[in-house]
């Protein structure tokens, strides 16, 4: 497909029709709530990761589509981008043996990086056969423009003929999908980038637990590092970090999270060395020192650095 969330959004418009219930993770990305708003049918939403909370919308569901005669489909993330927290996957197909739908995964995070082979969270936990449909774009381990999703083959074939943004829009330029499958290659069969990659990640969340960073509850190569300030602040550091430091790293601030937070996401990355590492940890120390000490209220960094 051409980008993941075009393709997330024609699956989901793809897979369901007004007789359908969607059932979904209320932390789900922001192509994921898309895709659901073009639903004409009912949509219930589940507590984040909370299996007593999808059970109860799968209950309600199941009630709708006895009458409707359609079906559920359940859609959830392997990884979540911001807190880098595993969905719920095991959970979710547990909950196969009593109620009956579909799962879509939206795997963005998670392929490349997770699972002995790479292939994703659903393999990471040992479920890659109840998950009905794979997806991840190429924007992220793949470093790349473009996504797949993957699945039985019937269910495939109807999608080539019935996502409309794959039909109505010019499809992704040959250099990039030759690309994407070098990239698939080497992920197959260099495993030493991934070996290398989880090191990185262990080093830097590890370094980071031990310097007293909060960095929340992720299991996978996603890195927030949590810290309070406005959103002036912010900015003010992030400039900071990257102008005098050579770190580049994305912010995450108010209106996504409460006011008076401030999320920096790390994403370590397979060439990161343990002498990036080191390098980040120290700056991460200074800028929270400087955050502490009042110095990002004003703009002197910025204005320094211009
Ligand atoms: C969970 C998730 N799904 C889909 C996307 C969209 O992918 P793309 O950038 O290829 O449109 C992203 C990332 O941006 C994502 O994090």
Request: with cysteine; hydrophobic share 40%.
């Amino acid at each position: 497909m051409n980008y993941g969330y075009q393709g997330v959004v024609s699956i989901i418009d793809a897979m369901v029709d007004r007789h359908d219930v969607i059932v979904y993770d209320a932390e789900s990305h922001a192509c994921i709530v898309d895709g659901v708003r073009l639903h004409q049918g009912q949509r219930f939403m589940f507590k984040h990761n909370d299996m007593e909370s999808c059970e109860k919308q799968l209950q309600r569901a199941t009630r709708l589509v006895e009458k409707s005669g359609g079906g559920i489909f359940v859609i959830t993330e392997g990884v979540f981008g911001m807190s880098g927290n595993q969905g719920n996957l095991k959970g979710i197909v547990a909950l196969k043996d009593k109620y009956s739908f579909r799962l879509f995964v939206d795997d963005a995070h998670g392929f490349g990086t997770m699972g002995k082979r790479g292939s994703g969270t659903a393999e990471e936990q040992g479920v890659i056969d109840q998950v009905d449909l794979h997806f991840s774009t190429f924007a992220k381990s793949m470093a790349s423009i473009g996504a797949f999703v993957a699945g039985p083959k019937a269910i495939l074939n109807f999608l080539r003929y019935n996502l409309r943004s794959q039909i109505y829009a010019k499809s992704l330029p040959m250099p990039l999908v030759v690309g994407a499958l070098k990239r698939l290659d080497l992920i197959r069969t260099q495993p030493e980038l991934k070996d290398n990659l989880w090191k990185i990640v262990n080093a830097l969340q590890g370094g980071l637990r031990e310097a007293g960073f909060e960095i929340g509850t992720t299991s996978t190569p996603v890195t927030p590092v949590i810290l309070n300030g406005t959103v002036a602040e912010s900015t003010h550091l992030t400039f900071d970090l990257r102008e005098n430091y050579d770190i580049f790293c994305s912010i995450v601030v108010y209106p996504v999270i409460p006011k008076g937070l401030i999320i920096l996401r790390l994403i370590p990355t397979a060439v990161h060395t343990m002498a990036d590492v080191e390098r980040t940890i120290a700056a991460f120390k200074d800028i929270k020192a400087n955050l502490l000490a009042g110095k990002y209220q004003h703009d002197q960094l910025v204005n320094a650095a211009l």
